[in-house]
């Protein structure tokens, strides 16, 4: 009978694409927001510059990642050669300079594991974080804009993975559920697991970009353009894929054994990167390897009460895919 009614299903799932990508598409950034944000970052770099001449700043996160929705906070780095700068020091003149310039709800929080600046700019109405010396993550904003120009099946079941989370709860680091940043290696992986592929491993190409940061060395393919045509052997709509999405994460995931990895497009297992125990407040129990910083688990944040919760949710999501009837509703209903 399950079988049955899974094919039944999945029959008929192409219903979802319509409504699926109408959802998406509300979801996109309208022209107007990257006037903004450019407008804020000339206001930052005038007034950093004047202090630091010597300082960088760069955009990160999901408003350079081209996976931010509408709306989406602005993420910045401010970039110094010198990697022992005092970071509390800078952030609190950082915060004293925004201030004095008019800047709204300006705060240093200099205690947390990434010390940054908030500060929302009354003329756009943006809110920003800006950190020091964050040169990880701008390169991984590089890299996840780079896949996400090869097909655009993985900006769709981005946004609708991200639209899930936030609407169920479960992309809340701080309660112990997944930053967007791990929701979207999530889904890079799968996309690189179906077959045929959808996304290829850029860091198993030819390297034609390369970096060197904190002695980490970050090299992969980058000549997307080359790549357009890669996925289109594989015709599964975004219905489809979302079904299948959550079907994995409810169903097929090996949640005691496995790391999924974009590095090496392939799933590894805890043993080999020695996760199996837990070692200090990280637990590994639904393990992401960062592509470059291979020794971090985006997962380390969920703790035994909280995988329970995403397990759950995933398993709601994969039921609603399955046999509601209008899952483009109940999917993203308010917990
Ligand atoms: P939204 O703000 O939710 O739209 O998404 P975002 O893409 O900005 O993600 P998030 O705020 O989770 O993270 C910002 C950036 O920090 C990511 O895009 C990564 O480049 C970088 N980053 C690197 N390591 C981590 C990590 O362990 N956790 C998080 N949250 N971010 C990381
Ligand atoms: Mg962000």
Same mark, same amino acid.
């Given at each position: 009978? !399950?079988?049955?009614?899974?094919?039944?299903?999945?029959?008929?799932?192409n219903r979802l694409i319509a409504p699926?990508?109408?959802?998406?598409?509300?979801?996109?950034?309208?022209?107007?927001?990257?006037?903004? #944000?450019? #407008?804020?970052?000339?206001?930052?770099?005038?007034?950093?510059?004047?202090?630091?001449?010597?300082?960088?700043?760069?955009?990160?996160?999901?408003?350079?990642?081209? =996976?931010?929705?509408?709306?989406?906070?602005?993420?910045?780095? @401010?970039?110094?050669?010198?990697?022992?700068?005092?970071?509390?020091?800078?952030? %609190?003149?950082?915060?004293?300079?925004?201030?004095?310039? !008019?800047? $709204?709800?300006? $705060?240093?929080?200099?205690?947390?594991?990434?010390? *940054?600046?908030?500060? @929302?700019?009354?003329?756009?109405?943006?809110?920003?974080?800006?950190?020091?010396?964050?040169?990880?993550?701008?390169?991984?904003?590089? %890299?996840?804009?780079?896949?996400?120009?090869?097909?655009?099946?993985?900006?769709?079941?981005? =946004?609708?993975?991200?639209?899930?989370?936030?609407?169920?709860?479960?992309?809340?680091?701080?309660?112990?559920?997944?930053?967007?940043?791990?929701?979207?290696? @999530?889904? *890079?992986?799968?996309?690189? $697991?179906?077959?045929?592929a959808i996304l290829p491993c850029l #860091?198993? @190409?030819?390297?034609?970009?390369?970096?060197?940061?904190?002695?980490?060395?970050?090299?992969?393919?980058?000549?997307?353009?080359? %790549?357009?045509?890669?996925?289109?052997? !594989?015709?599964?709509?975004?219905? $489809?894929?979302?079904?299948?999405? =959550?079907?994995?994460?409810?169903?097929?995931?090996?949640?005691?054994?496995?790391?999924?990895?974009?590095?090496?497009?392939?799933?590894?297992?805890?043993?080999?990167?020695?996760?199996?125990?837990?070692?200090?407040?990280?637990?590994?129990?639904?393990? *992401?390897?960062?592509?470059?910083?291979?020794?971090?688990?985006?997962?380390?944040?969920?703790?035994?009460?909280?995988?329970?919760?995403?397990?759950?949710?995933?398993?709601?999501?994969?039921?609603?895919?399955?046999?509601?009837?209008?899952?483009?509703?109940?999917? =993203?209903?308010?917990?």
């Open positions: 009978r !399950n079988f049955k009614s899974r094919t039944a299903c999945r029959n008929d799932i699926f990508l109408a959802i998406y598409e509300s979801l996109i950034p309208p022209e107007e927001e990257k006037g903004k #944000q450019k #407008q804020l970052m000339k206001l930052l770099e005038k007034l950093v510059s004047k202090e630091w001449p010597e300082a960088r700043l760069y955009l990160y996160g999901s408003c350079a990642n081209s =996976f931010g929705v509408s709306k989406s906070d602005v993420d910045v780095c @401010m970039a110094f050669e010198d990697p022992d700068v005092n970071k509390p020091e800078v952030l %609190l003149k950082l915060a004293e300079i925004l201030e004095s310039d !008019n800047l $709204q709800n300006v $705060q240093a929080l200099t205690r947390a594991r990434v010390p *940054i600046v908030k500060l @929302m700019d009354p003329a756009t109405g943006i809110s920003c974080d800006i950190c020091i010396n964050n040169v990880l993550a701008v390169v991984n904003t590089k %890299l996840l804009r780079d896949y996400a120009k090869i097909d655009v099946r993985l900006r769709q079941l981005v =946004f609708i993975v991200k639209h899930w989370a936030k609407s169920r709860g479960v992309n809340e680091t701080y309660q112990g559920t997944l930053s967007s940043y791990a929701y979207v290696l @999530m889904c *890079i992986h799968f996309l690189q $697991q179906r077959q045929p #860091q198993g @190409m030819e390297r034609t970009y390369a970096v060197t940061v904190d002695d980490i060395e970050c090299a992969y393919f980058d000549q997307v353009d080359e %790549l357009s045509g890669f996925g289109s052997r !594989n015709r599964e709509s975004i219905a $489809q894929l979302v079904w299948a999405f =959550f079907n994995y994460w409810a169903y097929c995931h090996d949640y005691t054994n496995n790391v999924i990895s974009i590095r090496t497009g392939s799933i590894i297992s805890k043993r080999a990167k020695d996760w199996t125990r837990r070692v200090g407040n990280d637990r590994h129990l639904i393990c *992401i390897e960062d592509p470059f910083e291979t020794s971090h688990d985006l997962g380390r944040v969920v703790d035994r009460n909280s995988i329970g919760v995403l397990r759950e949710e995933f398993e709601r999501a994969a039921e609603i895919m399955q046999n509601d009837p209008n899952p483009c509703v109940t999917l =993203f209903e308010p917990y």
